[in-house]
């Protein structure tokens, strides 16, 4: 239980739900930037520079594939603006969220793709089934506390049997999340390092 007293000395307070804390420390930050490794058994590694400020701008900029593109996504607009060859490269297109084009792995929407969405997701799953503590780790050289959760497979993507999220101690930031296949295969894993939150971003990054 070392883990755990750990963080809650970081935290000053009971940790009641993991998930729930994570959530309100999401609802409470302005903005972050982070990059994203994302790998998905039997398709290529995607690496990407991912930024966000509220009340929903989001500006993705591809390392691979398709390096050099970059995706801004406007809330007041619900528009995407995509530049597949880079900011000052023609085309530029301007796209619905849901355009099949531009959706990530199973179907992910760019407006729907920050992290305030993967916690819901996983509250859903943990509201169906189980939430189980399994310890302390380190994960892009920052402390951090597992959890699983199981909820069968209602809800989940084919053969998809259970998850494991890594918090970072200090902010429980997701830092890592995997999601198991039968028989404990790996099927997917989302990892984030550089994590920045409430970062200034300059005035036109998101309308450049």
Known sequence: MAWLMLLLALLGKPLDDPLVEA??????????????????????????RYFYR???WVRIEFVRPHSGAVLI?????????VWPFGLDHLPKLNLAPENPLIRGPHGIRVDQ???GVMLEGLRERQARGTLAALGSGVVAARPV????????????PVDTRYYRVWLAQDSLFPLRLERFGSGGRLLESIDMSDV??????????FTP
């Open 54 to 56: 509220k009340p929903g």
């Open 145 to 156: 506390a597992g959890f699983e959760i199981r909820n069968g497979e209602e809800g989940n």
């Open 23 to 48: 959530q309100e420390r999401f609802r409470a930050l302005t903005s972050y930037r982070v990059t994203v490794r994302l790998n998905t058994l039997g398709n290529e590694p995607h690496v990407l």
């Open 113 to 115: 793709s920050h992290v």
């Open 73 to 81: 996504y406007n809330p007041d607009t619900r528009r995407v603006r």
């Open 196 to 205: 920045e939150i409430d970062v200034p971003f300059p005035e036109r990054f």
